[in-house]
Nanobody
Framework: QVQLVESGGGLVQPGGSLRLSCAASGSIFSINAMAWYRQAPGKQRELVADITSSGRTNYADSVKGRFTISRENAKNTVYLQMNSLKTEDTAVYYC????????????????WGQGTQVTVSS
């Protein structure tokens, strides 16, 4: 089985910073794109940022210049550095990864983490 485990969420004041981590484990052959999504109460889940296996990144307009996605391929881990946080960034943040498992069926699948709460409030 493949598992994604997130960490790093919490409560922070407006203008503050947090760093989220997401580690993939299990029978993994390779990982393609990795991404962070978020879902605020009463809203649909939205893409925050994604990163390819070669390091090419993409960001939602609402977080450009404030958030940075990165990954450590040797650790099967993706990070989201969040700076200048705003109250509207409050949401549950989910990690997503396109993973080819090392056991049957060998086709790539998208896996989700359990989510980590980020609350921005004074």
């Amino acid at each position: 089985q493949v598992q994604l485990v997130e960490s790093g969420g919490g409560l922070v004041q407006p203008g503050g910073s947090l760093r989220l981590s997401c580690a993939a484990s299990g029978s993994i052959f390779s990982i393609n794109a990795m991404a962070w999504y978020r879902q605020a109460p009463g809203k649909q889940r939205e893409l925050v940022a994604d990163i390819t296996s070669s390091g090419r990144t993409n960001y939602a307009d609402s977080v450009k210049g404030r958030f940075t996605i990165s990954r450590e391929n040797a650790k099967n881990t993706v990070y989201l550095q969040m700076n200048s946080l705003k109250t509207e960034d409050t949401a549950v943040y989910y990690c997503n990864a396109d993973i080819r498992p090392a056991i049957p069926p060998f086709s790539s699948l998208h896996y989700w983490g359990q989510g980590t709460q980020v609350t921005v409030s004074s």
